[in-house]
């Protein structure tokens, strides 16, 4: 059973950065694909950004230009999503996700906030 553990959240400024983790148990270059979803409030969960095998990588509109998916296959086995910019409809859970051979598996959600 592969683990995915979300970090990194929490409150944030309009106009501000946050940086989230998503610790894989497994080594992230086996995954199809590893995703970001988020869920904001009174909205269905949708997709922010995916990064596939030979770092293909794919945003929503909404995020292009300011954020940034990535990940790190090292020790660390890791998948990052760099927030810039903060805008209210960035506000949220944001949940990992991958894809290995036919299973799915997602992480427990992280919340993103801001002062408004």
């Known amino acids: 059973q592969v683990q995915l553990v979300e970090s990194g959240g929490g409150l944030v400024q309009p106009g501000g950065s946050l940086r989230l983790s998503c610790a894989a148990s497994e080594n992230v270059f086996n995954f199809n694909y590893m995703r970001w979803y988020r869920q904001s409030p009174g909205k269905e969960r949708e997709l922010v950004a995916s990064l596939s095998v030979g770092d293909t990588t794919r945003y929503a509109e909404s995020v292009k230009g300011r954020f940034n998916i990535s990940k790190d296959g090292g020790f660390k086995n890791t998948l990052y999503l760099q927030m810039n910019n903060h805008q209210p409809e960035d506000t949220g859970v944001y949940y990992c996700?991958?894809?290995?051979?036919?299973?799915?598996?997602w992480g427990q959600g992280i919340q993103v906030t801001d002062p408004s």
């Open positions: 996700n991958a894809k290995i051979s036919s299973r799915h598996f």
